[in-house]
């Protein structure tokens, strides 16, 4: 299909594209890599009045070290973030979970903040945000917000930004020493999305486990925190058979969705398995 006629904008400067994003109103969209947005517009399941185009604002494509954490623009795309030696170092689990991402192709035009903007609850990449407490940072003609992962994500495809709002960037915290990271993600074929994907990080301690964080991909229609599972491991032993016990609670509290491609019983299942693998992974067992 013919996406429907809408007007378009090219700003030069993130003050250019809010104060564009201001006047057009409730009926915008932000075109970042477009990977997501123009197969929306192609089928007209997004019809928007205004179009605007932040691809030549090179300030948005910046990474940052900020001492405790990482900023990442809203428009570094996915092989930046895994190629980026901060993001390696301080931040794995993004690098890897990015590398999942789609296809080369893909990678090298879809922007870090474009997916999660986007907040589908498939893409790889909110889980993580949401696992490594990232904050999103989102600037408007009234000035700048911090809005943190567990708000950012409120429903299917909907995230908390106002229809004013830019997204200019993503802080995210440094892990520091003795973080162990994976992304397990389970998908039909190497450039589909997630069926489930776990994203998680462990710190050891000795043969403990001082503290975890586990996210899920595609278990309802916004990223989750398996919590129970969080609980669950900490202060235990660093073994298979705790990972799997605690894996048994991966899916608490989830709303894990039925369609063309699972059951929400195998979802559950999926969770299940998936999350004793990341932890065994993660934390080098």
Not at 163 to 176: A, Q, T, Y
Not at 180 to 190: D, I, L, P, S
Request: charged share 20%; hydrophobic share 45%.
């Amino acid at each position: 299909m013919i996406p429907a006629t809408f007007d378009y904008t090219l700003p030069a400067s993130v003050d250019d594209a809010v104060r564009a994003l201001s006047d057009a109103g409730e009926d915008a969209k932000v075109l970042a890599g477009g990977q997501s947005l123009m197969p929306l517009l192609r089928m007209r399941l997004a019809i928007p009045e205004a179009l605007i185009d932040v691809g030549r604002i090179d300030a948005l494509r910046e990474i940052r070290d900020e001492g405790d954490a990482l900023v990442i623009g809203a428009m570094a795309t996915h092989h930046q973030v895994i190629r980026d030696p901060l993001v390696r170092e301080h931040v794995p689990l993004l690098a890897r979970a990015a590398e999942t991402v789609a296809d080369p192709a893909v990678r090298h035009r879809g922007t870090f903040g474009g997916s999660l903007a986007h907040a589908d609850p498939a893409g790889d990449l909110p889980a993580v945000a949401l696992a490594l407490d990232a904050v999103f940072l989102a600037r408007s003609a009234g000035g700048e917000r911090e809005i943190p992962a567990s708000e950012f994500f409120v429903d299917w495809m909907t995230s908390a930004l106002e229809p004013d709002e830019l997204l200019v960037g993503i802080r995210v915290p440094k892990l520091g020493s003795g973080w162990g990271v994976h992304y397990e993600k389970f998908h039909r074929t190497a450039q589909a999305w997630a069926i489930v994907g776990v994203a998680c990080a462990v710190r050891r301690n000795g043969d403990g486990i001082e503290e975890a964080r586990v996210a899920l991909t595609n278990m309802g229609p916004a990223p989750v925190r398996a919590d129970a599972v969080e609980i669950a491991i900490r202060g235990g032993s660093a073994s298979e058979d705790a990972f799997r016990t605690a894996a048994a609670q991966a899916a608490a509290g989830t709303e894990p969705p039925t369609d063309l491609h699972g059951s929400s019983e195998y979802r559950t299942h999926l969770a299940t398995v998936l999350t004793a693998r990341a932890l065994s992974a993660a934390s080098g067992v």
